[in-house]
């Protein structure tokens, strides 16, 4: 007898149920990563569908006649007085108007944790032994991606209502004389990153706590950015986390909305910066492992292209909890997480770490 999802559903495409299917998405990952009319259909209704209660456009904009956003691989071209796909940028007047996420102010929230936390490098940074200091974790409120497994969701509620509106001078402030890090995550900084730059640089600069900057992102920001990321973390002895979520650009198009394509490519950046600084590593990877969709085939080829890059990158393999549009999937299972972690090792990475491992089931 064939075995089911956790609540039986069956891709809409070949009708097979196993090892886990999403009612939101419909598609099961082999179709996914097949692709074709039907597939792009079925993708296409599952974020119009998780985005349309945020009034977030369901893709990326294509239909503006003046000049494409930059901030990020989705190079969004919204026709006048449409919102690009981060909800943070309009098009005004043949340009683009930016609501938030400027070097005057984002939409953001942050609070101070005790030092080691919960971090996806947590295994291999400078933090984890930085004990009787605290970590300022800053949670930006929009993001490039829209990923139908998102653990942080709540983001959401702040691009939809565009606040709080912060200031980059008071996050500097709040990071005081016992902060040892600063975390930028959300969300995702890339659709904030004049913001967190300038908040970072002006926190380094005011001679109250010399941080270390570290960043968990999807990485899909403009290069010129990543390239100022990866000098704040290198100097300051913080590291760049990306959370590569697929390989196969159909399945990661399925899963997160967008194309992968800005992600690899700045990944590929990052790791060409990894000598200047061997450790604490300043570049580290993550990839959550989501039942029937993110196992060990794929982890297998994230891995690969991690090690083909450089074989001793950090990886972090993390445990998947039902959240957002994939409620219905179980969480992650020790076979599944013990798989991924072969396939990881398989492929040639020599640091490969299990994560959340309370939520494995």
């Not at 396939?343 to 990475?349: C, E, K, R, V």
Request: with cysteine; charged share 20%.
């Amino acid at each position: 007898m064939a075995r089911v999802g956790s609540e039986g559903t069956a891709c809409s495409i070949c009708g097979a149920a196993f090892p886990a299917v999403a009612k939101a998405l419909g598609l099961c990952a082999a179709c996914a990563r097949a692709g074709g009319g039907a597939a792009e259909d079925l993708v296409k209704r599952a974020h119009a569908k998780a985005r349309a209660a945020f009034g977030l456009s369901p893709f990326p904009p294509r239909g503006g006649t003046g000049r494409a956003c930059r901030m990020c691989g989705n190079a969004c071209l919204p026709a006048e007085g449409e919102r690009g796909y981060c909800g943070l940028r309009v098009a005004r007047d043949g340009g683009i108007r930016h609501l938030a996420g400027t070097s005057r102010g984002a939409v953001v929230e942050f609070y101070h944790d005790p030092l080691p936390t919960n971090c996806v490098a947590d295994w291999v940074c400078a933090g984890s032994r930085d004990r009787g200091r605290n970590n300022l974790a800053v949670f930006l409120g929009a993001c490039t991606f829209d990923c139908l497994f998102c653990q942080n969701a709540q983001f959401r509620m702040l691009t939809a209502c565009l606040a709080p509106i912060r200031r980059p001078e008071e996050i500097a402030a709040a990071a005081d004389e016992a902060t040892g890090c600063i975390c930028w995550f959300g969300g995702d900084p890339s659709a904030q990153m004049p913001f967190a730059l300038r908040a970072s640089e002006i926190a380094l600069t005011s001679g109250r706590s010399k941080p270390r900057i570290c960043w968990e992102t999807n990485g899909s920001m403009h290069p010129g950015f990543l390239r100022r990321a990866m000098d704040m973390s290198l100097s300051s002895g913080g590291c760049v986390k990306f959370d590569l979520k697929a390989f196969d650009p159909n399945l990661h198009l399925a899963l997160c909305g967008v194309s992968n394509r800005m992600t690899l490519e700045n990944f590929t950046y990052a790791a060409s910066r990894v000598g200047e600084r061997p450790e604490p590593p300043p570049l580290v990877a993550s990839t959550l492992m989501v039942p029937g969709y993110v196992e060990a085939e794929e982890v297998g080829r994230i891995a690969s292209f991690i090690a083909g890059l450089n074989r001793d990158i950090p990886y972090s393999l993390l445990a998947f909890h039902p959240q957002h549009a994939m409620r219905d999937l179980p969480a992650t299972s020790m076979r599944q997480a013990e798989e991924c972690r072969e396939a990881a090792l398989g492929a040639g990475l020599t640091r490969v770490h299990v994560g959340n491992i309370h939520l494995l089931r």
